[in-house]
């Protein structure tokens, strides 16, 4: 079953998060969720994810807001 391999409490965060507090609470995740992607929101509703990856690349190329 799916809800046996899903992550009960993933990483979701509000549209309007910026992506500097983004970065921050990802890599504040234990070891075993360090990759997992984050679950972005629009008032409460599931907008998208946005890979680890992604992250870190907005990081280096200067895009934090």
């Known amino acids: 079953r799916a809800s046996e391999l899903m ?5 979701c965060l509000d549209e ?3 992506l500097e507090v983004a970065v921050r609470l990802s ?17 409460g509703h ?6 680890i990856p992604g992250l870190m690349r907005s990081l280096t190329d200067g895009h934090l807001v």
């Open 46 to 51: 599931y907008l998208g994810m946005v890979s």
């Open 27 to 43: 890599g504040s995740r234990d070891e075993s969720r360090a990759h997992d992607p984050v679950i972005v929101e629009q008032a």
């Open 7 to 11: 992550d009960p409490h993933p990483l």
């Open 16 to 18: 309007s998060t910026s």
